[in-house]
């Protein structure tokens, strides 16, 4: 007589029953863990692959169009990595990349992950922070990024082509990707109140995924009276919602309590 087992028909998964969510990041990057670390929900599980920087320098303009240019063929390892998990979702954990080029740039990055992972769904941080800002109804922003300045013009590319008014941008110029994650709390709260707060700003956002101001915003949200976006925190509500998980989460800012 043959013995049988529950485990001979197939069960449902316990640890991810609601979504096991895959996040790309660049190797230098040691805040997009951290943040998504913060955003627990039962039934949901994160997932991260990282793909290999060939450089960290980013001190000039031409550093950072090398640095770029260096992580384009290696994005594509990383994502086949996580799908031998069978992950539900790709979240992508960097930054620049998705704002790059603009409007037209953010497509052809979108057609080119999504021709790999084929049905799965996508979620970017230049489309999340769009998600974001129209939840709350904004049009005039001012941004803060870690970038240098070719950087911060492809980032008010994205937005002014995405239908914002971009009021202001503080770039913090870090030298290397790695560095961005040691920028201190005192340089970031000086940027938010001192250059780019305003009457004339509706919102104020922070692009750069290693750069980790979760902790720091929903404090300055709820000085100044106005949302204030990580790139991290948009994106994993971004990512959340998309699957249909919909619980609020206190302490991460108004985009989770209220949307």
Not at 26 to 32: C, F, K, L, R
Not at 86 to 106: D, L, P, Q
Not at 192 to 212: C, K, M, W, Y
Not at 214 to 223: A, K, N, S, V, W
Request: proline fraction near 5%; aromatic fraction near 8%; glycine fraction near 10%.
């Amino acid at each position: 007589m043959t013995q049988t087992s529950d485990f001979d028909e197939p069960q449902e998964p316990w640890l991810g029953l609601r979504a096991r969510i895959g996040v790309v990041i660049p190797s230098t990057n040691t805040a997009v863990e951290y943040d998504c670390q913060q955003i627990r929900v039962p039934g949901v599980t994160w997932h991260f692959g990282r793909f290999f920087t060939p450089t960290t320098n980013l001190a000039s303009d031409n550093a950072f169009l090398a640095f770029l240019e260096g992580i384009r063929a290696t994005i594509p390892d990383a994502v086949k990595v996580l799908m031998s998990a069978e992950i539900t979702h790709i979240m992508m954990g960097m930054s620049a990349e998705t704002f790059w080029g603009g409007v037209a740039g953010n497509e052809e990055f979108l057609k080119a992950v999504k021709a790999q992972i084929g049905g799965l769904g996508l979620t970017t941080g230049a489309n999340a922070m769009v998600d974001a800002l129209n939840a709350f109804g904004a049009k005039r922003i001012a941004v803060l990024t870690p970038y240098q300045p070719v950087g911060d013009r492809q980032v008010m590319d994205f937005f002014s082509g995405s239908g914002f008014s971009v009021v202001r941008v503080k770039g913090l110029r870090s030298r290397t990707a790695t560095s961005i994650v040691d920028t201190p709390r005192s340089a970031v709260i000086s940027a938010v109140v001192r250059e780019l707060d305003g009457d004339d700003v509706d919102a104020i956002v922070q692009v750069g995924t290693n750069l980790s101001t979760g902790d720091l915003f929903p404090t300055l949200e709820q000085m100044l009276g106005k949302p204030c976006l990580p790139i991290n925190v948009a994106t994993t509500w971004s990512a959340l919602r998309s699957l249909g998980v919909r619980d609020p989460i206190a302490g991460r800012g108004r985009l989770f309590e209220e949307f």
